[in-house]
């Protein structure tokens, strides 16, 4: 079958070109490698559509490690996924298709049956998981952190991943969400993260991207209001479609170079910040959106107000960022990590598309052919919402 993902010999390649200089496209190949062995609990899924999401980017650029050594670290933790541990990596965390075979314990779902592909892989039988899968040893973000992932003509994946996909959903719009809405949903509104309320404010960063987006929806959705932080006024005008009534740019308003090229806090800029809010009639903030990191992390903590929430999944900016603990401790704040979302959360988000209370925001919809290019565009920071594949 054809894959697009990556080899050992590519990533040995890839190690040679400083990181500044790598494309995502330089690692990223097609390759042909055999169908996927399924295990007693997985499926084996024809797949219709797929989206790129940023986990593919890191996957490509081979970094902050490899592809390899992710997947080593989750056969490590899942000794029973050895198959997944070959010399080729088949990336993509989103994906929808119909089942075409099924493992020997498979009871529930059947050939021919639609679905949804949610990317947190568990060990089901491991207790934790009955509480929360995101606390289980054995979790993994499928086709990032495992093999087999969604850019192929055929993935697996296990049973406790599976979403049913109702027959008024395009394919086009059911392969594009999942990662990201489920993300935003455990973020903003699961117990597990800041749980908005009607009536708070809420920063989102990023907000014409993935996740953004989706935390636009989320937050109207259940009455608080969103205040959207974009760079182009392409964005902007999204974002205001998508409902969000304040809109910072913060290529053109005051709001950025938050940080020396030391890492340490640019004070002045955080101040300009918080002027910048009050000026659009922000004076008090309850949860920040958080997944830039470095570059806005200390800032997000310093404009919330007293008792406030920062909820991060990410640090596409970089991993080391400064934070002034005063305004942590003296403003009683809190710091909340969040990753993926389990079953139950991914499964609540993927209802809201459904009963069309949230759209996902579609940039294109190509054939798979056009990964590569459509990897550097994203990378690019040059596009908006979903970038969609169709595999036929
Ligand atoms: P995306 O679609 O590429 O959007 C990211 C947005 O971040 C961009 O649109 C850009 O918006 C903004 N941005 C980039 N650099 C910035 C900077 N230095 N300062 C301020 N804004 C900046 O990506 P995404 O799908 O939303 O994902 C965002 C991050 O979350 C990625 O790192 C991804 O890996 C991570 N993620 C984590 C999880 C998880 O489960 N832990 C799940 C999904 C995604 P503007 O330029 O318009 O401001």
């Known amino acids: 079958m054809w894959a697009y993902g990556t080899n050992k010999d590519t990533v040995i390649n890839l190690q040679k070109i400083p990181l500044a200089d790598r494309k995502p496209s330089d690692g990223l190949i097609k390759m042909d490698v055999p169908e996927p062995i399924l295990g007693d609990n997985e499926v084996l899924i024809k797949v219709k559509s797929s989206a790129l999401n940023y986990n593919s980017i890191w996957s490509s650029l081979s970094h902050p490690i490899s592809p ?10 899942n000794k029973h996924d050895i198959d997944h541990q070959q010399d080729y990596a088949i990336f993509g965390s989103d994906a929808s298709g119909i089942i075409t075979k099924i493992g020997k314990n498979v009871q529930k779902w059947q050939e021919g049956d639609e679905v949804i592909i949610h990317c947190n892989v568990i060990d089901t039988e491991e207790p934790i998981s009955q ?3 995101m606390l289980a040893k054995s979790q993994s973000i499928w086709g990032y952190e495992t093999n087999y992932g969604a850019f192929a003509e055929y993935c697996k994946a296990k049973t406790s991943q599976l979403i049913r996909k109702p027959s008024n959903i395009d394919w086009s719009i059911a392969g594009s969400f999942c990662l990201t809405l489920s993300t935003a949903y455990r973020m903003l509104i699961s ?21 953004g987006n989706f935390a636009i929806q989320l937050a109207n959705l259940i009455g608080a209001h969103p205040i959207a932080i974009v760079s182009t006024d392409e964005k902007e005008e ?7 009534s304040i809109i910072i740019n913060r290529s053109r308003d005051d709001f950025g170079n938050f940080i020396f090229d030391n890492g340490e806090p640019n004070y002045l800029s955080w101040r300009k910040a ?16 958080e997944h830039i990191g470095r570059q806005t992390m200390g800032v997000s903590l310093f404009l919330l107000s007293k008792g406030g929430k920062v909820v991060t999944c990410a640090a596409s900016s970089g991993f080391n960022a400064t934070i002034d603990l005063r305004y942590l401790w003296m403003s009683v704040k809190r710091i909340i990590g969040s990753h993926f979302a389990n079953y139950h959360e991914a499964e609540q988000a993927a209802q809201l598309v459904f009963n069309n209370q949230v759209q996902p925001l579609i940039h294109s919809v190509n054939h798979i052919s056009k990964l590569p290019e459509m990897i550097d565009a994203i990378h690019s920071n040059s596009t908006y919402g979903k970038i969609v594949f169709t595999h036929e």
Do not use: M, S, Y
Request: net charge positive; aromatic share 6%.
């Open 68 to 77: 390899f050594q992710l997947i080593n670290q989750h056969i490590a933790r």
């Open 238 to 244: 999204q974002c205001r479609k998508l409902g969000a």
């Open 191 to 211: 117990p597990n993260g800041a749980q908005l309320r009607p009536g708070q404010n809420c920063l989102i960063w990023g907000a014409g991207g993935g996740l």
């Open 274 to 289: 918080k002027q910048t809010l009050e000026k659009k009639g922000v004076n008090n903030l309850d949860v920040v959106f």
């Open 131 to 133: 509480i929360d899968g």
